[in-house]
């Protein structure tokens, strides 16, 4: 239908219709609820971030990082400068054997990772308690292609971890609610 209507107009027109059908998408996702992943706001507290962890040099500081810049905050480095503070508990990872074949040689692992994290004001005033998130992802182990799987591993790991952050943020931009 829509091309039968582009297709009797001219020029000038043509424009006009393209605008509005534009227009009427733009209002269509509008109304629908939704928002770009990443777009919901902070608590107003967290305008200003220091993270606190015990392994100040890992992804996983880089990772909230990223995701507090993206989401509009800032992150510190001084502690005194902070209006909040994200505390990241505990940062446990593992792998698992999940398969074997019949010589008893790994198909398959899963990696798994387990953060613990809260948020306090500057003065240590909860905003969000202590919450635990856990993730796990599959992938398969080709022992004839020992450097490929590697690379798949990092590549897993690295996807997990930041899924985990995007979860922990969601429950942070929930309390903001």
């Known amino acids: ?36 992943r990443g777009s919901d706001a902070l608590p107003a507290v967290m305008s200003v971030t220091y993270i606190q962890n015990s392994q100040p040099f890992s992804s996983l500081v880089d990772d909230f990082a990223d995701a507090l810049r993206t989401r509009g905050a800032q992150v510190t480095e001084d502690r005194a400068a902070a209006t ?4 990241i508990h505990e940062n446990d990872r593992g792998r698992d054997v999940l398969s074997v074949n019949t010589s008893g040689k790994v198909l398959e692992y899963q990696l798994w990772q387990v953060i613990e994290f809260s948020v306090a004001t500057a003065e240590n005033l909860p905003v969000v308690e202590q919450q635990t998130v856990t993730m796990r992802r599959a992938y398969l182990y080709r022992s004839a292609d020992v450097l490929g799987s590697e690379r798949e591993k990092v590549t897993v790991r690295g ?8 979860m922990a943020m969601l429950r942070i931009v929930a309390v903001a609610r």
């Open 1 to 36: 239908m829509i091309n039968r209507i582009i297709s009797h107009t001219t020029g000038n027109a043509r424009h006009v219709v393209f605008c509005l059908l534009a227009v009427f998408m733009v209002t269509a996702l509008a109304g629908c609820g939704f928002h770009l």
């Open 84 to 87: 909040a503070v994200l505390r």
């Open 159 to 166: 996807t997990l971890q930041k899924n985990l952050v995007n």
